[in-house]
Antibody, heavy 121, light 110 residues
Framework: QVQLQESGPGLVKPSETLSLTCAVS?????????WGWIRQPPGKGLEWIGS???????????YKGPSLKSRVTISVDTSKNQFSLQLSSVTAADTALYYC??????????WGQGTLVTVSS | QSALTQPASVSGSPGQSITVSCTGT?????????VSWFQQYPGKAPKLMIY???NRPSGVSNRFSGSKSGDTAFLTISGLQADDEGDYYC??????????FGGGTKLTVV
């Protein structure tokens, strides 16, 4: 059974870069599927950040939501079976619970427990 | 790209049926059958309940069903139970190769 676990600093200063990692166990990060990041500000709804997808022939593509696209980087470390999120130039509006998840086209069938990131000086 | 539109709240009594709507556009729900529904309890990660409009993952009760008409998708829960209470979110794939979520609906079982 696949398990995902987010990790990273719980506190980031304004204007700095938020960096999170999602460790995957029970599945291969290079399998023909997608690995995504979703966030949820306190008391609010879900927002799709982006995803990294693998397809046959080891082809890899990254997709990002329009509102965060210019600040988001999603990468993969196949040797550690994990993928990462970097969000640059953060503000208080980026304070949220950040989830990693597995699935294509929004069919996220497995989720991490989430990690709270607070942006504050 | 605005969020999909869901009612803020719905309620029902045990045993009843409720339906949650999720309205998008021709750029998402209207074009693709990649609509999913998620259940979320407070402090917990979302759980996939319906995918590709009508499909239930293994282990999800058949009291949960999904449908779609035009730009709007629907989640129906029949035989409402106390532990169905929570937040429900829809999502859809889009023509921009992105995913968009609904604003969420709080279900109260009264």
């Amino acid at each position: 059974q696949v398990q995902l676990q987010e990790s990273g600093p719980g506190l980031v200063k304004p204007s700095e870069t938020l960096s999170l990692t999602c460790a995957v166990s029970g599945d291969s990060i290079t399998r023909d599927t997608c690995w995504g990041w979703i966030r949820q500000p306190p008391g609010k709804g879900l927002e799709w950040i982006g995803s990294l997808c693998h397809s046959e022939g080891s082809h890899r593509d990254t997709y990002k939501g329009p509102s965060l696209k210019s600040r988001v980087t999603i990468s993969v470390d196949t040797s550690k079976n994990q993928f990462s999120l970097q969000l640059s130039s953060v503000t208080a509006a980026d304070t949220a619970l950040y989830y990693c998840a597995r699935g294509r086209r929004g069919t996220y069938d497995s989720w991490g427990q989430g990690t709270l990131v607070t942006v504050s000086s | 790209q605005s969020a999909l539109t869901q009612p803020a709240s719905v309620s029902g009594s045990p045993g009843q049926s409720i339906t949650v709507s999720c309205t998008g556009t021709s750029s998402d729900i209207g074009t693709f059958n990649h609509v999913s529904w998620f259940q979320q309890y407070p402090g917990k990660a979302p759980k996939l309940m319906i995918y590709d409009v009508t499909n239930r993952p293994s282990g999800v009760s058949n009291r949960f069903s999904g449908s779609k008409s035009g730009d709007t998708a629907f989640l129906t829960i029949s035989g409402l139970q106390a532990d169905d209470e929570g937040d429900y979110y829809c999502s859809s794939y889009t023509t921009n190769t992105t995913v968009i979520f609904g604003g969420g609906t709080k279900l109260t079982v009264v």
